[in-house]
């Protein structure tokens, strides 16, 4: 959000003396605060924690961004949350709108056959969750803020995202080589606001032997985003085991 004061049109420009150290510091900092993922050359990076890690692929300065279009992010989010959730309720237009969907993809066929079979028996949910996670991109030719995907089934980073935000706001002591200013790089608690609401999801569900479950796949690399999430619904809410 305008973190650059001086934003720097073409990074090929930095001083490679400073943009090593910059590299080297990030580098540090990623190992030091869990900002990693599972390396693919590993076989059993995916498999148990702690082997096999590398960072994970970041952005190694925050880019610039106009203001006025976060703010239309922040004020679409809600907006989009209940079109979702509306969308959700309308059995009919889900299953006909995936129908072809559903004749190409395994997961997607899967999905509607509990969907049709809940549907069958009348099961309905009155407690209802969504964690959903909107792409952004600005256009360049029009400046208009573009939505890529909205992601409602794997809304995966809440946990590494937070620590990019801290690792740029740290790279501050390049202030004046960069002009980086730290105090507009926007504060990321995903994971925080993520833990909460299925915290307040589980709370009002009323049942004592509920789970919050995460469905991973096999080999999962970015388990490590996966257990920032769940360390913190532990560390938050001691009522989960």
């Known amino acids: 959000m305008n973190s650059l004061q001086n934003p720097i049109s073409d990074p ?52 610039s961004f106009p203001e006025s ?67 952004y991109m600005l256009d360049e030719k029009t400046n208009l803020l573009l939505q890529i995907e909205l992601n409602t089934i794997s809304c995966s980073f809440s946990g590494l995202g937070c620590l990019v935000s801290e690792l740029h706001s740290l790279l501050s002591h390049y202030k004046k080589p960069l002009g980086l200013d730290s105090h507009k790089i926007p504060v990321n608690a995903s994971a925080t606001k993520f833990a909460e609401a299925l915290a307040k999801a589980w709370t009002e569900y009323g049942n004592p032997s509920a789970v919050v479950m995460v469905v991973v796949q096999a080999g999962e690399r970015n388990m490590y985003d996966q257990h920032w999430l769940s360390q913190t619904l532990k560390e938050k809410y001691p009522f989960f085991r």
Request: aromatic share 4%.
């Open 12 to 63: 090929h420009t930095i001083d490679p003396e400073l943009l090593k150290k910059l590299v080297h510091d990030a580098l540090v900092w990623s190992s030091l605060h869990g900002l990693v993922v599972g390396d693919r050359n590993s076989h059993r990076s995916g498999l148990v924690p702690g082997v096999g890690m590398v960072h994970a692929p970041i952005a190694l300065l925050p880019n």
């Open 69 to 135: 279009h976060w703010k239309q992010a922040c004020e679409l989010a809600p907006i989009f949350n209940e079109l979702v959730d509306s969308v959700s309720l309308d059995g009919k237009f889900l299953q006909d709108t995936l129908s072809r969907t559903k004749k190409v993809d395994a997961f997607t066929s899967r999905l509607l056959d509990i969907h049709s079979k809940m549907l069958q028996i009348g099961k309905k949910e009155d407690i209802r969750l969504g964690l959903h996670r909107s792409d």
